[in-house]
C-alpha cells in the first residue's frame, strides 16, 4: 500500500488552532447560565480583549466575572495586606446606598460632606491638634494621595520661603528613611524633589533621628517619620526626631517641619500607646495621613490629611466650592470617587467610639504577639519584631538553616491558601531576607492556630530539602501596601 505524500492531511488531523480556539470559547460557558433556555444565545463565550457584539444578561454576566475572580487569593488569609478584608453586613449596606454619590459635589451631597468634616474633626481630636476647630483636613483615596498633598504642601511652604533662591537653581529636597511607602518616591520624582534617603544600619530597620538631622539643610523641605513600616511594623522615633530638628535649629536657623506618615500606627498609637507623643502635641509635627481602610477599619479606598492649622496648608493649594451658600474648601488630586467610603468611616467612628476602638486593637496586637511568640519558639526561625507596635511582625530563617530559605516558606503556605510575603531589606540591609505577617481585625486566634498548624506542617518537608529552590530577585518585593 503507498504512502501518503507528506503534503496530504489526514481526515483525522483537519483542526487547526483557530479551530481549537472556537470549540474552547464554545464549550467555556455553561449552559445553565442562560436566563431560561439552556441552549439559547450560548453558543460561544464573550471576547476577552474587544467588546462583545451584542448585550448579554445580566446573571450570565454576573456568572462569568464571578468564576474568574475564584482564582484570586482569599483576601482574609492575605497576611500580606495591611487594608480591611471584614466590615459588619450595616457597613457595607450604608456603603451600597452611597456608591452613586461623588464625592466632589459637596453642593449636591451637603451631608455626605458633613460625614467628611466631622471625621476630620475627630481625627484632629484623637491626634491632639491645639485647636481641633482649627485643623484643616480631607479625605483622599489613602494614604498615598494623602502623602502626596502633604509633600507638596511641605514644598509650596518652602518655595514661599525661598523666592529669592528657588528660581535660580536651588533644588528642594526630602530627608527619610529608605523604609518609607515608594509613594514618597513617586512625589519626589513628579513634584522634582529631591529625595534624602537614610540607609538600614544593622538592627536599626527605619530611620535614625540624628542623622535624619545631619542630612537637612538651607534647602529641606520636611522630614518624614513613619509610624509603622511597612517593613517590620516599627514605629519611628518621631519625638527624637523632632528633638535633633530643635537641636539643629538652635544650632543653624534651620526650621524643618515634620510630617508623620501613619498609614497604619496613627490609628493603633492613639488608642494602644496614648503616653507615646508623635502627633500634634510636638509642635514641629506639621501634618499627618492616615489610611482609614486600613486600621482605620474600613474597606478600601479612603485616607485623610490633616494639617495643625490653615498656617500649614498653602491658600493657593485650597479649592473652594459652593457648600450650603458658603464656601468648604477642597484639597485634593482626585476629584469623582464615591462617598461610600466616607461614610462608612464615620459611621465605624460612631460605632466603635474610642472605647471600641481600644478593644479592636487590642484583641489584634494580642493576636500579633502571641503568634510572634510562637514562631519564635520554633527552632528554624528568629524574630526581627514582635508585633508589640503595629500589629506587624517580620521574621526570618536562623543562621543554622541553610537547606531552605524564607521564599521557600512563603511558597509553600501559598499551597494552603495563606499568602505571606517574602522579601529582601534594602540597602544597607540587602543581605537580610525575611517574612511578615501583617494581622488585621478578622484575622482571629483561631485562624493565627490554624497558620501555625499549616507552618509546623510543611516545616519537615523543607527539612529534607539538599538547598533552597532559588527565586527571581526581580520578584522579590516588600508588600509596600
Given amino acids: 500500500m503507498a504512502l501518503r505524500s507528506g503534503t496530504e492531511k ?52 454576573y456568572q462569568l466575572v464571578h468564576d474568574e475572580l475564584m482564582l484570586d487569593g482569599n483576601s482574609r488569609l492575605n497576611l500580606a495586606t495591611f487594608v480591611t478584608t471584614w466590615m459588619e453586613t450595616q457597613a457595607g449596606v450604608l456603603m451600597g446606598e452611597c456608591r452613586d454619590k461623588n464625592m466632589i459635589d459637596k453642593d449636591e451631597y451637603p451631608r455626605t460632606a458633613e460625614l467628611e468634616r466631622r471625621c476630620v474633626a475627630m481625627l ?18 489613602g494614604s498615598s494621595e494623602a502623602c502626596m498633598l502633604a509633600g507638596l504642601a511641605l514644598k509650596r511652604r518652602w518655595m514661599a520661603k525661598n523666592r529669592d533662591r528657588y528660581p535660580g537653581g536651588a533644588r528642594p529636597n526630602l530627608v527619610m528613611g529608605i523604609n518609607v511607602q515608594v509613594c514618597w518616591e513617586k ?22 533621628p540624628q542623622a535624619a538631622a545631619d542630612l537637612c539643610d538651607e534647602n529641606t523641605i520636611g522630614v518624614v517619620a513613619v509610624l ?62 492616615t489610611s482609614g481602610h486600613k486600621y482605620g477599619l474600613v474597606y ?43 461614610v462608612a468611616q464615620y459611621y465605624t467612628f460612631l460605632r466603635l467610639g474610642r472605647d471600641g476602638y481600644r478593644a479592636v486593637q487590642q484583641t489584634t496586637r494580642d493576636v500579633a504577639c502571641a503568634l510572634a511568640r510562637k514562631i519564635g519558639e520554633i527552632d528554624e526561625f528568629r524574630l526581627l519584631t514582635r508585633g508589640d507596635q503595629l500589629p506587624v511582625f517580620a521574621f526570618t ?78 520578584k522579590a518585593t516588600a508588600f509596600h501596601h
Fill in 300 to 342: 478600601p479606598g479612603v485616607g485623610w490629611a490633616l494639617w495643625r492649622t490653615s498656617a500649614e496648608l498653602p491658600d493657593e493649594l485650597v479649592f473652594r466650592v459652593n457648600y450650603l451658600g458658603g464656601e468648604m474648601p477642597t484639597f485634593a488630586l482626585n476629584f469623582s470617587r464615591p462617598g461610600a467610603q466616607v
Fill in 187 to 208: 512625589f519626589c520624582n513628579f513634584w522634582e524633589v529631591e529625595p534624602r534617603l537614610l540607609p538600614m544600619e544593622g538592627d536599626r530597620f527605619h530611620l535614625d
Fill in 10 to 61: 489526514s481526515e483525522g488531523n483537519t483542526r487547526g488552532p483557530a479551530d481549537d480556539q472556537t470549540e474552547r470559547r464554545r464549550l467555556s460557558l455553561n449552559p445553565f447560565f442562560g436566563e431560561a433556555d439552556p441552549v439559547g444565545e450560548m453558543s460561544s463565550a464573550p471576547p476577552k480583549h474587544r467588546l462583545p457584539d451584542g448585550p448579554m444578561p445580566p446573571s450570565t454576566a
Fill in 124 to 141: 484632629a481630636d484623637l491626634w491632639n491638634a491645639p485647636d481641633p476647630s482649627l485643623a484643616v483636613g480631607c479625605s483622599t483615596t
Fill in 397 to 474: 530563617t536562623a543562621p543554622h538553616v541553610t537547606n531552605f530559605d524564607v521564599f521557600d516558606v512563603s511558597r509553600r503556605l501559598r499551597e494552603h491558601g495563606w499568602l505571606m510575603p517574602a522579601y529582601t531589606f534594602p540597602a544597607n540591609r540587602e543581605d537580610l531576607s525575611v517574612l511578615r505577617v501583617v494581622c488585621r481585625n478578622g484575622f482571629s486566634a483561631d485562624l493565627s492556630a490554624l497558620l501555625l498548624d499549616d507552618l509546623r506542617l510543611l516545616l519537615p518537608e523543607l527539612r529534607l530539602q539538599p538547598q533552597p529552590l532559588g527565586r527571581d530577585k526581580s
Fill in 228 to 289: 509603622g513600616s511597612t517593613f517590620d511594623g516599627s514605629y519611628e522615633p518621631v519625638a527624637e526626631l523632632c528633638a535633633a530638628l530643635d537641636a539643629l535649629q538652635e544650632r543653624t536657623g534651620l526650621d524643618i517641619p515634620v510630617h508623620v506618615d501613619g498609614a497604619s500606627g496613627a490609628m493603633i498609637a492613639p488608642f494602644l500607646d496614648e503616653d507615646l507623643v508623635w502627633d500634634f502635641r510636638l509642635p514641629r509635627v506639621s501634618s499627618i495621613n
